[in-house]
Nanobody, 112 residues
Framework: ERQLVESGGGSVQPGGSLTLSCATS????????IGWFRQAPGRDREEVSC??????HVADSVKGRFTVSRDNAKNTVYLQMNNLKAEDTAVYYC???????WGQGTQVTVAS
């Protein structure tokens, strides 16, 4: 059974940092790109970052603040989020690309 489980969310003040983890199982991790997505209340889900075994990218809205990485030995993808802003508040999800079914995600709240 394919699984991707997000963790690491929480509540932080503006300017704070969090590291999200996406633990995967049930598929050949090296064969897939993994994306991080987020969905804020009342808004569509948007892609935040994508990483394959060859390259990675992050959305313009988080460039310079977020960094994506993967540990192929642990079948895990990370999203390091620095200098968080209120507009980063959302539920964050990870998924294979193209996306399959969605998990529970992990809540990130940035507020004073």
């Amino acid at each position: 059974e394919r699984q991707l489980v997000e963790s690491g969310g929480g509540s932080v003040q503006p300017g704070g940092s969090l590291t999200l983890s996406c633990a995967t199982s049930g598929f050949d991790f090296d064969d897939y790109s993994i994306g991080w997505f987020r969905q804020a209340p009342g808004r569509d889900r948007e892609e935040v970052s994508c990483i394959s075994t060859r390259d990675d990218h992050v959305a313009d809205s988080v460039k310079g603040r977020f960094t994506v990485s993967r540990d192929n030995a642990k079948n895990t993808v990370y999203l390091q989020m620095n200098n968080l802003k209120a507009e980063d508040t959302a539920v964050y999800y990870c998924n294979k690309l193209p996306p399959g079914s969605w998990g529970q995600g992990t809540q990130v709240t940035v507020a004073s």
